[in-house]
Structure formats: structure tokens, C-alpha cells
């Protein structure tokens, strides 16, 4: 299952992708303001966030990300590519493969 999530004020797309099967999700490019929402959806949805992903660098996914972080207690993974040279509990490289549930985002 996938989610588009929006913020007006930044004009930002975040995508919240969950296995229907597991129930482990994803959330790619959050925005800091947001984040008490997009917990929310997940949580609505009977989501368990594992992954927090960003795509580039831009302040407010890294503020975003950190606050989802704290709101899960660090249960999830902030997920960013190594050659952007951001701090992430896990770097990433060119095809390299995160798995959430069944599914798996390259």
C-alpha cells in the first residue's frame, strides 16, 4: 500500500509505503512540521514505521526525520544515502536494497 502525503506550506510530497501483509512501513521525505501527522496516519493505519528515508538533503526532511525518531522512541531507522554525507543509522548506496516486511525499495 502506498500513501501520498502533502504539505502546502513547503510544497513537499512525503510517500508512506506499508506491507499489507506485515504491516512494516516506510516513510520517505518527511517534513518536520508534519510529523506528529504522519505518525498519526501510520499509526491509524495499524503501521509499524521502521524506516525513515530521505531522498536529498534539505533541512526540514533532516529536522523531520529526527522528531520521528523521537516520537518512536527510536524504533525507526533514519535511511540516507552515503555520498550525501548526512549522518543516518544507515547509509545507503546505488542499488542497495531496504527491506520492510515482504516488500523491498531499491
Given at each position: 500500500m502506498t500513501f501520498q502525503l502533502f504539505d502546502k506550506d513547503s510544497s513537499t510530497y512525503s510517500y508512506l509505503l506499508g506491507d499489507p501483509?506485515?504491516?512494516?512501513?516506510?516513510?520517505?521525505?518527511?517534513?518536520i512540521d508534519l510529523g506528529p501527522r504522519d505518525?498519526?496516519?501510520?499509526?491509524?493505519?495499524?503501521?509499524?514505521?521502521?524506516?525513515?528515508?530521505?531522498?536529498?538533503?534539505?533541512?526540514?526532511?533532516?529536522?523531520?526525520?529526527?522528531?520521528?525518531k523521537k516520537i518512536y522512541q527510536n524504533h525507526v531507522k533514519s535511511v540516507i544515502s552515503t555520498s550525501s554525507g548526512a549522518n543516518g543509522d544507515i547509509k545507503v548506496n546505488h542499488m542497495d536494497v531496504i527491506k520492510f516486511g515482504t516488500l523491498s525499495w531499491k
Open positions: 501483509e506485515t504491516k512494516e512501513s516506510v516513510l520517505i521525505d518527511p517534513v505518525s498519526q496516519v501510520a499509526n491509524d493505519l495499524k503501521l509499524d514505521l521502521k524506516y525513515v528515508m530521505n531522498t536529498h538533503i534539505h533541512a526540514d526532511h533532516i529536522t523531520g526525520t529526527g522528531l520521528l
